[in-house]
């Protein structure tokens, strides 16, 4: 979350891209985070973009709209508004796709000739357009390099959150004052941010050394940087916000600004304890001093000792505590809610030896966040966060990297030497697959294959079997 200094390359090679609508019909729209059910669907059109790839097992056979991205003006998806470092994409936006174009011609002057771009929001279930927004973005005379097109998420547009956690998409604009030299670099940009409806949420302008390299929080742009806090000042209006900055440069856990963790001690001989701290006051939010942990931990804790804990992300207001006693090679996860550490369930336990061990710990959720798969120190379990139950786990010698979870339950994952889906629920083994779908709010998967985007409908996992 640190403020990029880079100066951003756009068209550097000057290719540019076409784009072209195969098919535009489609289902009528539907609500929910589940697969929507089959039934008559175009596929893509003899002229236009074929899809090629392997079948998804999350997604259903054919396509129901597509567009080119590649030809002539250039096509791209959005980066994270929350990121300005990525080279990540975003497509989905809600139950709306998104995509960015230049203006073919724009920018033709070369230097102090400023760039125009269009970016489009998608109906996900027709590929009809709702809305679109120019972005006019100027020259860094200083490097010769032009500013922001697809550069992380430094760009004209990006795909974020607004103040209510909505998905929001962040529009940075740039235009050159009435009667400014143009061979001068503008010291501001309009932020403006859009609902997946193409409603205008807020608008703002920024004046800032960097104006178009700022991350965007849930509505709120990262102003500057300071060695203990980080200024954020909310679109539409309003005063600006101080944050706690996160020593280290971890990310937060939860939504928004959320919260950090720190390891404390009374120096009482009990032990040192995790302390979870709001960011937005600095101050404790809860601490795990008092928790009674887990009977399993509870019952391999020397008298008048602390478990070690360590918190880890969930999805929403949600996370993992994860309980260790250091005579014992077990951590057993819980669910607690992040703001005020009540315990939600008691999930499984793993035998993983000393916790300081683990390595490229991840949990990847399903949409709906009621089922987990857990990946902590190699070992991987599939859990309930809701009633902390098991589910299954990979059979020895089947070790396997969770990658994502569909809203059909299948989950992505990489199984050495190959990528495969499973069932979320059972582990069963379903089909390969090329990439992982970004999946829409309302039932729908995008991929991108041979220089074209697709649009299918979301398919509930098999139970058993190739997908």
Known sequence: MTKDKRTLLVFASGTALALGLTTGCGPAEKTGSGPVPATAQPSASATGPVYAGLPDPGLQGQPVWARAISGNPRTVCPGPAEDTKTTATRCVLGDAVVLTEE????????????????TRLLDAATGKQRAEYESVMSVVPSSGLRTGFNEGSS???AVGRWKDGSPALLIRSQPVP?????????????YTMYSPAGEKLGSSEVKNEHPLALPVVDGFVQLKEEPEKLTYR????????????????????GPGFGYYTEKKDD???KGRFLAVIDRLTGKDAWTTREMTPPSPIAAHLRPGKRADTELLPLSGNRAILLWHAHTSDAVVMTTVDLATGRRVAEGPSIELGLMLQRLDDRTVVSPDGKTAVSQ??????????????????PKAGKDLRPMAQSPGGVLYAEQSPD???????????????????????NGYGTLMNDGALFVFRTAPAPAEGKS
Do not use: C, H, M
């Open 376 to 393: 902590l120190g190699g070992k991987v379990v599939a859990w309930e966060t809701e009633t902390g139950r098991e589910l299954w786990r």
């Open 234 to 253: 909310p679109i539409g209006g309003g005063a600006d916000i101080p944050v706690t900055k996160i020593p280290g440069g971890d990310k937060p856990i």
């Open 178 to 190: 009435a009667g400014a030299p143009t061979d001068q670099d503008p010291s501001s940009a309009v």
């Open 155 to 157: 760009s004209p547009s």
């Open 103 to 118: 203006v073919p011609g724009s920018g033709a002057g070369g230097e102090g000739e400023p760039q125009r771009f269009i």
């Open 419 to 441: 990528t495969k889906g499973f069932n979320a629920l059972t582990g069963t083994p379903l089909s390969p697959y090329d990439d992982i779908p970004e999946f829409t709010g």
């Open 267 to 269: 120096y009482d001989g």
